[in-house]
């Protein structure tokens, strides 16, 4: 299959489909680097609605409900670069190694989606190429160009979480995600901790593995990064408001544990590099 993965054109994408990498900020100088797996809901015109109502795909399970708003306000509060995937998880999922069978899910939750059965391989690559190779594709990039230019960089993962799974309810309003960084983590979940009223996810909902992630695994802990995943509660950020309040409060700690980590050396101290 004749596909131009370079250019970021391909079969998959016409001309009316727009790229699947959305930034901002770029040029920020902030050490976080802030990214967004599930950030859109697009889906390639030749797909059409992968056989889904409209009612399925307004549910989690076809993007992050949320974060994209947390997202672009946060990278523009830190002066943050943020790279973002403006296609649905359910045409491909951003933040699965392209071998598992949850790459291009078949089922979510408990919901069967018709244009994922019976892919063929080539229309499976076809997916991984126009839309997770350019994506992870950039992120490495940057990372290439930071380390060249060195400046530091703490990945950041952002993703939201459905209030009830299952029907079971989850009572957590934020979770760290992690593996293997021992440095970012704990000092997040302290100053989520100091927050009044707020019930923390301490690798909850999810955890981090490399079978069912890809972006902190491989630009993450593979290159050697201070890293967490942020997941915030659907329905506190599912209004303007509400991510912009989740965007101020995410902002000033963030901010706070930048401060820590220059203060115990895991960070150089600014005037090194800004
Ligand atoms: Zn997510």
């Not at 190694?97 to 244009?115: M, N, Q």
């Not at 992120?139 to 060249?148: K, T």
């Not at 009572?171 to 021992?182: A, E, F, M, N, S």
């Amino acid at each position: 299959m004749a596909l131009d993965s370079a250019g970021g054109t391909s079969l998959l994408l016409g001309r009316e489909d727009v790229p699947p990498v959305h930034e901002e900020n770029a040029a920020g100088r902030s050490p976080y680097l802030l990214t967004s797996d599930h950030y859109g809901l697009l889906i390639p015109k030749c797909l059409g609605d992968l056989g889904l109502p409209e009612s399925e795909w307004a549910r989690h399970i076809a993007w992050d409900i949320g974060i994209a708003g947390v997202a672009e306000a946060l990278s523009k509060q830190l002066g943050a670069h943020l790279i973002a995937q403006r296609y649905s998880r359910l045409v491909i999922d951003c933040n699965r190694p392209p071998a598992a069978p949850s790459s291009i899910p078949r089922i979510s939750e408990a919901t069967a989606i018709p244009g994922n059965q019976g892919l063929a391989p080539e229309a499976a690559e076809a997916r991984r190429m126009a839309i997770f190779d350019p994506y992870h594709r950039r992120i490495a990039e940057v990372i290439d160009r930071r380390n060249a230019a060195g400046m530091p960089t703490v990945l950041v993962a952002l993703h939201s979480f459905t209030p009830v799974y299952a029907g079971i309810a989850r009572p957590w309003h934020i979770g760290t995600l992690y593996h293997r960084d021992t440095r970012l983590p704990p000092l997040l979940l302290k100053c989520f901790r100091a927050e009044a009223g707020l019930v923390v996810g301490d690798n909850e909902p999810y955890a981090v593995s490399d079978d069912t992630d890809y972006t902190i695994p491989v630009h993450g802990e593979a290159r050697g990064l201070m890293n967490s995943g942020v997941e915030i509660r659907q329905d506190l950020i599912a209004e303007a408001a509400g991510q912009q309040q989740w965007a101020d409060r995410l902002a000033r700690i963030l901010a706070e544990a930048e401060a820590t980590l220059r203060a115990q050396q895991l960070l150089p101290a600014q005037s090194a590099y800004r």
